[in-house]
């Protein structure tokens, strides 16, 4: 196979940056008209997907393309950045090559690692075929599949409608308690009309989570304000109870079995390998180190952002895995590369700055945490809404999904209820 | 396992439909409100997909929500139907019972086939690997996955652009055409900003047709003008050229051998099983025969309507196989029940009433056939796009493909060009 992508003329600085998510996305559209660079954007997925609706996409309320952009539609005014569709194997930081699968490679004078955090089972892999993550448009579609195919299942089978109607999502963060307030009010709000074996509306939606509490990054009053919340939409909340094991009849947590035929992990993430890449230690879940100005330690022209690197915020804690603080750490770097191109000294190094926490909890409810304003409820909703719709990445996106929230609140019609795939029981 | 869908109540009078397509659907809209009825409405998906527009989904232009609706939302308002998620296995006509893949039956007073084509690689079912057809939504993610991945493929390779830019399209019926339109006007029109190591518009566009022309159903005038106006989009149309192979490679025609990473099948359909669940002899296409009032010859009480019945039109044609031929059949065979539950006579024979035929040529031209009025262009394109709008089925669709042709006529930007699944070159 030949060299991939002809590497640009010699006379121009090349930037490499590995993952267009939050991070990488941010930092190419920072440096994207500066004519002195090259850059090269890898990305194994042809697509930028917009990660906080992604549990909207697995519980049909939105299609995936309505979170989810070409990255090179997303680049293509930018003439100097060139989008390469590979996985990327290492890294060779002392030739300044990224090695792509396959075998060609990229040289490089700056590299950007941006690859973000996978979920992890905490060592027990053969959980993930039982109980399967959120983070690409195909666990979603996956995840969608298994959601739908429940509730057709108890109407096939009303006498085991039980476990067919359990739904059980594992870990209590944003994204699990999202993903619960949602199937609840599927279940409730959307699909009674439908069936006509069963009553949906019967259907169990547990919230599981090791830990003493829910969203554990919220404020208390807010947490205790979305567990009502989830408690009146029907979800079973229980805090303090581990999962011991996933298997094709559910989970087994500290209290016992619970038969379930959809379980969806939201406990735990992993990050990408760029520590490994980088011959680093990476911390607990497998981030790399990062210093005051991003780069990897030894690595002056090495930058690690977003999920994968693990950067200090205050009294000892990590900026949080939000897409603000990816974006920051992109539009950061750009700085940094930018003031070394004109020669000029570095920019301070990299402070983070907290926006808020925002999740919401079924319709009409959400939570907004703003540090010294915590807001509550249907106006901190319409705030989540309107937030979310403003950083959506395209114009198109923006009035799709507005049009979408808007008929699935007034109509209860989702847009994309769709199962693709087989509907044969051993497969899902 | 149990029985799936207890039976209705005995009093009722148990109609069965097999396929919620056109005909299907229809039928079942046309008697949700009769009381006297419990309908069982039979389904292998769980989505109605609106055909006519299904290449639209397989080019990235709208993505498959907004082209397909769940079986069960569309017949929620009607209290006596039952949507049945399943795969018909075969059906007892004397014992009056409709077998289901799993082993359980559903008893039927009056049974309803609707079921359908498929597409038909004439004896070479080993073709289906290399030359996907078009029929199911999986279809068409798959078609356009293979069409973005032929043009990352040569970006990445730049040597080998050649066969990874060549699209063969093997049939010039009206979705033929429209797919080899479509992927013209990517690649001109679309993609060109995008790709920094090729020319998107350099890609060749193949429409290979066995017959002596393409749109054979058409007036010639009118076939004239699409293949006028498909050789200005930069297709290459070869008639009376015979695809002899297809393989990894790409296809062999009467012509040769022509190297292509993509090739989609749009020149054959095969019948569903309709006429082999009921012993009778199909005809060339496997579509079972048809009496004047749609039951299937020696079968009162079973009618077999839409794409899988072989219905007789005018001078020894057949009815064709389009979306307002399946559904006068849907709502002529409402009648007939009708007609039999309230003890009256019989309708007269089913009589197709052709509307026309339409087909679209890249954005700005389209044919239509209305018989003695044909037109050609830019309000033949007008017409055609308001007559698919018209006949979405739900009004969120409506809009939301509205919308979607509007910003990919005046931004140039698709909908849904995504690519999903596993990039690896082995993969396809």
Same mark, same amino acid.
């Given at each position: 196979m030949s060299d991939p992508t002809p590497n640009p003329p010699s006379d121009r600085h090349r930037l490499v940056v590995v993952g267009a998510g939050f991070a990488g996305l941010q930092l190419v559209k920072s440096l994207g008209h500066d004519k002195r660079l090259a850059i090269q954007l890898i990305d194994r997925r042809n697509h930028h997907i917009f990660q906080p609706l992604l549990y909207q996409a697995a519980t049909s309320i939105l299609p995936p393309s309505q979170i989810a952009w070409p990255i090179r539609q997303l680049t293509r005014k930018y003439p100097n950045v060139t989008t390469v569709l590979a996985e990327v194997?290492?890294? $060779? %930081?002392?030739?300044?090559?990224? +090695?792509?699968?396959? @075998?060609?490679?990229? #040289?490089?004078?700056?590299?950007?690692? *941006?690859?973000?955090?996978?979920?992890?089972?905490?060592?027990?892999?053969?959980?993930?075929?039982?109980?399967?993550?959120?983070?690409?448009?195909? $666990? %979603?579609?996956?995840?969608?599949? +298994?959601?739908l195919? @429940?509730?057709?299942? #108890?109407?096939?089978?009303?006498?085991? *409608?039980?476990?067919?109607?359990?739904?059980?999502?594992?870990?209590?963060?944003?994204?699990?308690?999202?993903?619960?307030?949602?199937?609840?009010?599927? %279940?409730?709000?959307?699909?009674?009309?439908?069936?006509?074996?069963?009553?949906?509306?019967?259907?169990?939606?547990?919230?599981?989570?090791?830990?003493?509490t829910i969203l554990p990054t919220f404020d208390p009053s807010l947490a205790a304000y979305a567990l009502r919340a989830l408690v009146e939409l029907g979800v079973e909340v229980r805090t303090g109870e581990a999962v011991t094991a996933c298997n094709a009849d559910g989970v087994v947590t500290s209290a016992g079995p619970i038969a379930a035929h959809t379980v969806i992990w939201a406990a735990g993430v992993e990050a990408s390998p760029a520590a490994t890449w980088l011959g680093l230690a990476g911390d607990r879940v497998g981030r790399s180190p990062a210093a005051p100005n991003l780069t990897a330690p030894g690595f002056p022209d090495v930058f690690v952002i977003g999920d994968t690197a693990s950067v200090t915020w205050r009294e000892g804690t990590l900026v949080p895995g939000i897409a603000p603080a990816a974006k920051q750490q992109g539009a950061y770097v750009a700085r940094v590369v930018r003031a070394r191109l004109d020669g000029r000294p570095p920019p301070p190094p990299f402070r983070y700055r907290h926006q808020g926490s925002l999740a919401t909890i079924g319709r009409n409810r959400a939570i907004i945490d703003f540090g010294d304003i915590k807001l509550k409820g249907f106006l901190a909703w319409w705030l989540w809404g309107a937030a979310h719709i403003y950083f959506l990445i395209t114009a198109r996106s923006r009035l799709a999904v507005t049009w979408n929230w808007i008929w699935a609140y007034a109509r209860n019609e989702p847009a994309a209820r769709l199962i693709t795939g087989p509907i044969t029981p051993d497969e899902g």
């Open positions: 194997a290492s890294v $060779d %930081a002392i030739a300044r090559q990224v +090695r792509l699968a396959g @075998g060609a490679s990229l #040289a490089y004078d700056t590299l950007v690692i *941006a690859t973000g955090v996978t979920h992890a089972y905490f060592g027990h892999d053969d959980w993930a075929a039982f109980a399967p993550g959120l983070k690409t448009l195909e $666990d %979603a579609t996956q995840i969608r599949r +298994r959601i195919l @429940g509730f057709e299942r #108890a109407e096939a089978e009303p006498a085991a *409608a039980e476990a067919h109607l359990t739904f059980v999502i594992v870990g209590a963060g944003p994204t699990g308690m999202e993903l619960a307030g949602t199937i609840a009010e599927l %279940a409730r709000t959307h699909l009674p009309d439908e069936f006509r074996n069963i009553d949906t509306r019967r259907a169990r939606v547990l919230l599981i989570e090791a830990g003493p």
